[in-house]
């Protein structure tokens, strides 16, 4: 798997639906993650935060409308995407859905291509690096299509690693991230490697970054990790 792939969990009850959505969903270039009931989605959610879910409304014991509650009325989860299907079709199932948290509502039989159309749109508000988004944070300058870094008027010459590293923390500035996080969003969780390589590509990214003007916009946080302002 590619360590930049945004992720996305699908919660369907209906095995071939799972499947077809799994299916174009990965065509499309994003890692899946599958769950056939609620109780499995928030154990997903709990063991590897998603970047977008596309829940079902209709399944037996949890239905998405409480998962979408329990994922909603935590600061952990909040801000995750989520985009309910249903074949609910009246404006008071629409409203009620929205209501409840869902950040978008999406009427069963949908097209495919706008459900992806949409899984993309809700990714550029959260992870806009991955869908080659052009990222700013003060006089830094991220182009994801065209892979260039700029501080001021000067291009910055990074690795992959320090690329991708620098990608997550433009994503959110001021978020702390754990080495942990770090490990999981830039290389991956196939992939062994040991936290303290974490800790020799940010000081490379930091060379980067301080090389022309000194500022150093990388904030080691003691015990936690690091944060970009």
Known sequence: ??????????VEDEPAQREVLAYNLEAEGFAVSRAENGEEALLLVEEDKPDVIVLDWMMPHLSGIEV???????????AIPV????????????VRGLETGADDYVIK??????????????????????VGQRVEYQDIVLDAESHRVTRGDTELKLGPTEFRL???????PGRVWSR????????????YVDTR????????????????????????????????G
Request: charged content about 30%; glycine content about 4%; hydrophobic content about 35%.
């Open 1 to 10: 798997m590619s360590v930049s792939q945004p992720r996305v969990l699908v």
């Open 68 to 78: 979408c509650r329990r994922l909603k009325i935590r600061p952990e989860t909040r």
């Open 83 to 94: 985009i309910m299907l249903s074949a609910r079709s009246e404006e008071v199932d629409r």
């Open 109 to 130: 039989p949908y097209s495919v291509l706008e459900l992806m159309a949409r899984v993309r749109s809700h990714l550029r508000r959260v992870r806009p690096s991955t």
């Open 166 to 172: 620098l990608s997550t923390f433009m994503e959110k």
């Open 180 to 191: 942990e996080l770090l490990l999981d969003r830039v290389w991956g969780r196939d992939i």
């Open 197 to 228: 390589t974490v800790d020799v590509h940010v000081g490379r990214l930091r060379k980067a970054l301080t090389q022309f003007d000194g500022s150093d916009p990388i904030r080691t946080v003691r015990g936690s990790g690091y944060s970009l």
